[in-house]
């Protein structure tokens, strides 16, 4: 049985990590699209740890979303609707945090938010805590 202890951790983390995303771009003016990308691909990365956690899976210390969804996917096929959207998210783990990258656009940040809760809704409707 999984340390549902942990399990939920992650997806709190996960979470919390949404709202920021949510926040720098809602709430903060000019708009924070670089952080508010990269707390979605954190968002997603520890929903999909989080799940694997759930799954008693091993996973790789990677921010790789692309490797992660296809360990899960490997676990439950309902994965494949999100690898999409975890390729697209995948670049945010490093393009948004440092100068010298490609511009990112509000619509842009608004796909990324979209791409990230759904990411974590998946993962949340798979895992069962007491």
């Given amino acids: 049985m999984s340390d549902q202890n942990q399990v939920s951790r992650w997806l709190n983390f996960a979470r919390n ?3 920021i995303a949510r926040h720098a771009y ?6 924070q699209v670089f952080i508010a990308c990269y ?6 990365e520890k929903a999909l740890k989080a799940f694997l956690i ?3 899976q091993p996973f790789p210390f990677t921010h790789d979303l692309d490797w992660l969804c296809r360990i899960c996917a490997d ?4 994965f494949e609707d999100v690898a999409n959207d975890c390729t697209d998210l995948t670049p945010y783990a ?7 990258t490609e511009e990112i656009t509000e619509p842009e940040t608004e796909a990324a938010l979209r791409k990230a809760e759904r ?3 998946l993962c949340e409707s798979l895992i069962e805590l007491d």
Wanted: charged share 25%; with cysteine; aromatic share 6%.
């Fill in 26 to 31: 809602e709430a903060i003016h000019p708009k």
């Fill in 17 to 19: 990590d949404l709202i």
């Fill in 75 to 78: 676990c439950i096929d309902k």
């Fill in 119 to 121: 990411i974590l809704a």
């Fill in 94 to 100: 490093t393009q948004a945090r440092y100068p010298g």
């Fill in 54 to 56: 759930f799954k008693e």
């Fill in 39 to 44: 707390h979605c691909q954190q968002a997603a």
